[in-house]
């Protein structure tokens, strides 16, 4: 569904079902430089099961109007001017990468909005390569195809989607060319190497946590994920063999259960 | 992601992707070759995994006509080979065409395609889509200004093989992608001739790519199959053409299958709708079989245009030979173009015409012997066929001219033999075309 925050057109999936207000509300977040389709095989699944779903795309970003948010400070103030604009006084977030410091940093802020937080791939901070970053900034296509190389594990590079006949790194591709590099890639990576309060924020949050790593995650390795989840109080932590940091395409069905016995104990449907 | 280990991509190539792609022996009970999964279905967990499987929540296998394990490793080893997002494998090339333009067109649309194609796929245009409400245009296909001229208002795509059987007349791939983007449609390409060794469409602006497997992929003359590859970078939601993309869909709950698996939404439309309602299925036998084909793809495709050059230059100097079509001839219209999308080699398929006419190329085909005279190209065997009166034969004589066939035309799918054996072989026919009345006699 298409709704306005901040003068500007936001997209977000809604999982297949209308928007419902009567329903508790979960917002995905997605990952530097894609879209609210990496998501799919989480979100359609909540939105038929007692759940009003946003996957959004970030402004700048995917079917999302406006230009692509420069700090992971604004963005974690956009997310929650997301659960105004539907008219929400609360929600729970799940966050991949990038979507993990924006929904850190968010949870930090608005304590009395967020009820859940379920991390995918996250640490306290991502530094970038330096290289990577002018790649990413300078438009160059070969910063996607570096970061499908690394942000995939075995089951992105051999094959093996869960849904059949996809195939992971060149379908993660298109989504990362959807828009300008420079303007989303460039712009998110920036935004992730400056944000340096992560652990900080972390220690502020009081929510049930959940963060699911990957032990062939180059780009988040689990002890930089285990770093930031021992920093909040009562964290869980679900670690997946032989995955990498795609892990909700990856090892979707994994992300799925874990995702739904987590969401549905502590911030159950109505 | 400070991994400063090499900044070039360590994903795997062409070769490689050849023999791995779609495949983890480890969730497999450790098995090097692909398992055949001979079955027709499989167990839900309980009835909310049954229901999330049916709604497209989760990925997964539910029967065996909409998807399979193994015939699921062969659709993400060619899409990894053509640089698709997706593939769906089909029981054949023709019913990969035809899923292909049910998944993008309704009763009432219209496509522009090349003149130059397999008989079937013509009389699929020219014949059967129209009493599905589906009209075609024909435009041949050097013809690039005309593929603009021919676009109307309900146009919904242009199609056409990359290099046209029989004749090897060249689309120019990436001058009418352009055309059918600035049109806001999909170029869909036939490239079964050229196979992802020799030219990756998608790279060339080509939104659908589409294989007849049973030839040079699987290569070995043993199965039939087909394959349409999704691109993954057009839009289909950059104008109102295609409702059937971007609208909810009644079928899966209001599902719109462009919002929700943008660069993945023409195959899962393909298969949830296509494959649910047509079902032409692929059996997993046949799937492992292209798959064996697959694993020697780049061997054989090198092998393949190595003596297809070698029959070229055999055939040129033949004194029985009136002409000869193969992209690799530098005095061919489209040689130029074929050394733009073709670097690898110009493919093993030669058309030629026999001195004598219709019945010097019937009594060449009476005559040779290790060259099989049947309906199939991309054996590793070598073929041959007079089009006039086979594979295109169900053409009228306007048709036969418009799709550039002659009665003199042979039809030369080059094998992977020693190549002095096929001369051989051909020496001898031409030797019985020469003197046509004597051999019918005997």
Same mark, same amino acid.
């Given at each position: 569904?298409?709704?306005?925050?901040?003068?500007?057109?936001?997209?977000?999936?809604?999982?297949?079902?209308?928007?419902?207000?009567?329903?508790?509300?979960?917002?995905?977040?997605?990952?530097?430089?894609?879209?609210?389709?990496?998501?799919?095989?989480?979100?359609?699944?909540?939105?038929?099961?007692?759940?009003?779903?946003?996957?959004?795309?970030?402004?700048?970003?995917?079917?999302?109007?406006?230009?692509?948010?420069?700090?992971?400070?604004?963005?974690?103030?956009?997310?929650?001017?997301?659960?105004?604009?539907?008219?929400?006084?609360?929600?729970?977030?799940?966050?991949?990468?990038?979507?993990?410091?924006?929904?850190?940093?968010?949870?930090?802020?608005?304590?009395?909005?967020?009820?859940?937080?379920?991390?995918?791939?996250?640490?306290?901070?991502?530094?970038?390569?330096?290289?990577?970053?002018?790649?990413?900034?300078?438009?160059?296509?070969?910063?996607?195809?570096?970061?499908?190389?690394?942000?995939?594990?075995?089951?992105?590079?051999?094959?093996?989607?869960?849904?059949?006949?996809?195939?992971?790194?060149?379908?993660?591709?298109?989504?990362?060319?959807?828009?300008?590099?420079?303007?989303?890639?460039?712009?998110?990576?920036?935004?992730?190497?400056?944000?340096?309060?992560?652990?900080?924020?972390?220690?502020?949050?009081?929510?049930?946590?959940?963060?699911?790593?990957?032990?062939?995650?180059?780009?988040?390795?689990?002890?930089?994920?285990?770093?930031?989840?021992?920093?909040?109080?009562?964290?869980?932590?679900?670690?997946?063999?032989?995955?990498?940091?795609?892990?909700?395409?990856?090892?979707?069905?994994?992300?799925?259960?874990?995702?739904?016995?987590?969401?549905?104990?502590?911030?159950?449907?109505? | 992601?400070?991994?400063?280990?090499?900044?070039?991509?360590?994903?795997?190539?062409?070769?490689?992707?050849?023999?791995?792609?779609?495949?983890?022996?480890?969730?497999?009970?450790?098995?090097?070759?692909?398992?055949?999964?001979?079955?027709?279905?499989?167990?839900?967990?309980?009835?909310?995994?049954?229901?999330?499987?049916?709604?497209?929540?989760?990925?997964?296998?539910?029967?065996?006509?909409?998807?399979?394990?193994?015939?699921?490793?062969?659709?993400?080893?060619?899409?990894?080979?053509?640089?698709?997002?997706?593939?769906?494998?089909?029981?054949?090339?023709?019913?990969?065409?035809?899923?292909?333009?049910?998944?993008?067109?309704?009763?009432?649309?219209?496509?522009? !395609?090349?003149?130059?194609?397999?008989?079937?796929?013509?009389?699929?245009?020219?014949?059967?889509?129209?009493?599905?409400?589906?009209?075609?245009?024909?435009?041949?296909?050097?013809?690039?200004?005309?593929?603009?001229?021919?676009?109307?208002?309900?146009?919904?795509?242009?199609?056409?093989?990359?290099?046209?059987?029989?004749?090897?007349?060249?689309?120019?791939?990436?001058?009418?992608?352009?055309?059918?983007?600035?049109?806001?449609?999909?170029?869909?390409?036939?490239?079964?001739?050229?196979?992802?060794?020799?030219?990756?469409?998608?790279?060339?602006?080509?939104?659908? !790519?589409?294989?007849?497997?049973?030839?040079?992929?699987?290569?070995?003359?043993?199965?039939?199959?087909?394959?349409?590859?999704?691109?993954?970078?057009?839009?289909?939601?950059?104008?109102?053409?295609?409702?059937?993309?971007?609208?909810?869909?009644?079928?899966?709950?209001?599902?719109?299958?462009?919002?929700?698996?943008?660069?993945?939404?023409?195959?899962?439309?393909?298969?949830?709708?296509?494959?649910?309602?047509?079902?032409?299925?692929?059996?997993?036998?046949?799937?492992?079989?292209?798959?064996?084909?697959?694993?020697?793809?780049?061997?054989?495709?090198?092998?393949?245009?190595?003596?297809?050059?070698?029959?070229?230059?055999?055939?040129?100097?033949?004194?029985?030979?009136?002409?000869?079509?193969?992209?690799?001839?530098?005095?061919?219209?489209?040689?130029?173009? %074929?050394?733009?999308?073709?670097?690898?080699?110009?493919?093993?398929?030669?058309?030629?015409?026999?001195?004598?006419?219709?019945?010097?190329?019937? %009594?060449?085909?009476?005559?040779?012997?290790?060259?099989?005279?049947?309906?199939?190209?991309?054996?590793?065997?070598?073929?041959?066929?007079?089009?006039?009166? %086979?594979?295109?034969?169900?053409?009228?004589?306007?048709?036969?001219?418009?799709?550039?066939?002659?009665?003199?035309?042979?039809?030369?799918?080059?094998?992977?033999?020693?190549?002095?054996?096929?001369?051989?072989?051909?020496?001898?026919?031409?030797?019985?075309?020469?003197?046509?009345?004597?051999?019918?006699?005997?």
């Amino acid at each position: 569904m298409k709704f306005k925050v901040n003068n500007n057109e936001v997209y977000a999936s809604t999982g297949g079902r209308p928007f419902d207000k009567n329903k508790p509300l979960i917002i995905f977040v997605h990952g530097s430089g894609l879209t609210h389709m990496t998501w799919v095989l989480q979100t359609r699944y909540f939105a038929f099961h007692g759940y009003s779903v946003l996957a959004v795309d970030m402004p700048g970003h995917g079917l999302s109007g406006g230009e692509s948010l420069k700090s992971i400070e604004d963005m974690a103030d956009w997310v929650s001017d997301v659960i105004d604009a539907v008219e929400y006084k609360e929600a729970s977030l799940v966050g991949h990468s990038q979507g993990c410091l924006v929904t850190v940093e968010c949870t930090a802020r608005n304590p009395e909005k967020i009820k859940t937080l379920s991390l995918m791939g996250g640490a306290g901070a991502i530094p970038m390569n330096p290289e990577l970053l002018a790649l990413a900034e300078n438009n160059d296509p070969k910063a996607v195809e570096l970061m499908m190389d690394w942000a995939h594990g075995p089951a992105g590079h051999f094959g093996g989607h869960p849904v059949p006949g996809l195939y992971h790194i060149n379908t993660g591709s298109m989504l990362a060319k959807t828009r300008t590099i420079k303007n989303t890639l460039g712009v998110d990576f920036r935004a992730c190497d400056n944000y340096k309060n992560g652990f900080e924020a972390a220690k502020k949050i009081k929510v049930p946590t959940l963060s699911i790593l990957a032990t062939d995650d180059k780009m988040c390795p689990v002890k930089e994920g285990k770093k930031l989840a021992n920093l909040i109080d009562g964290s869980q932590i679900d670690i997946i063999d032989n995955c990498g940091h795609m892990m909700l395409l990856e090892e979707a069905d994994r992300v799925l259960n874990v995702l739904k016995k987590f969401i549905t104990t502590n911030y159950p449907a109505n | 992601m400070s991994d400063k280990k090499g900044m070039d991509p360590k994903t795997y190539k062409f070769d490689t992707l050849s023999l791995h792609a779609g495949y983890q022996p480890h969730k497999n009970a450790g098995s090097r070759q692909v398992p055949i999964y001979q079955t027709t279905s499989y167990l839900f967990d309980d009835v909310d995994h049954a229901a999330a499987l049916f709604n497209l929540e989760r990925g997964g296998h539910i029967y065996s006509r909409i998807s399979n394990p193994t015939v699921a490793v062969l659709e993400e080893r060619v899409a990894s080979l053509e640089g698709g997002t997706a593939a769906l494998a089909t029981s054949s090339g023709m019913s990969a065409i035809f899923l292909a333009v049910m998944t993008l067109c309704e009763a009432g649309d219209h496509l522009v !395609v090349s003149s130059q194609l397999y008989g079937g796929t013509v009389n699929l245009f020219r014949l059967t889509l129209p009493k599905f409400g589906i009209k075609t245009t024909f435009v041949k296909p050097r013809d690039t200004e005309g593929f603009k001229k021919a676009i109307q208002k309900n146009t919904k795509g242009i199609f056409g093989e990359l290099v046209g059987n029989p004749g090897n007349e060249i689309m120019n791939m990436p001058e009418i992608a352009n055309i059918a983007h600035e049109a806001g449609i999909p170029l869909m390409v036939d490239a079964t001739y050229q196979t992802p060794y020799l030219c990756k469409p998608i790279e060339h602006g080509a939104d659908i !790519v589409i294989h007849s497997l049973t030839k040079w992929m699987a290569g070995h003359g043993s199965s039939m199959a087909g394959i349409v590859v999704e691109g993954g970078k057009f839009d289909w939601m950059q104008n109102d053409k295609f409702p059937t993309m971007t609208q909810p869909y009644e079928g899966y709950h209001g599902l719109s299958f462009a919002e929700e698996f943008g660069p993945t939404a023409f195959t899962m439309k393909a298969r949830a709708e296509g494959m649910r309602d047509f079902g032409p299925c692929l059996s997993p036998q046949n799937a492992w079989n292209v798959l064996q084909g697959i694993e020697t793809l780049s061997v054989r495709m090198k092998k393949h245009c190595e003596n297809a050059e070698k029959m070229v230059e055999y055939l040129l100097g033949h004194e029985s030979v009136a002409w000869v079509s193969h992209p690799s001839v530098p005095d061919h219209p489209d040689h130029d173009l %074929a050394n733009k999308l073709l670097p690898n080699g110009k493919g093993s398929m030669i058309a030629f015409g026999i001195k004598g006419g219709k019945e010097a190329g019937e %009594a060449f085909i009476n005559n040779v012997k290790l060259a099989s005279h049947l309906a199939n190209v991309g054996d590793t065997r070598t073929l041959v066929i007079h089009p006039a009166s %086979a594979t295109h034969s169900q053409m009228d004589e306007a048709t036969l001219k418009f799709a550039g066939l002659s009665h003199d035309m042979i039809r030369l799918s080059v094998g992977i033999e020693d190549i002095d054996d096929i001369k051989n072989d051909f020496e001898n026919g031409f030797r019985a075309a020469r003197k046509p009345r004597l051999v019918s006699n005997q």
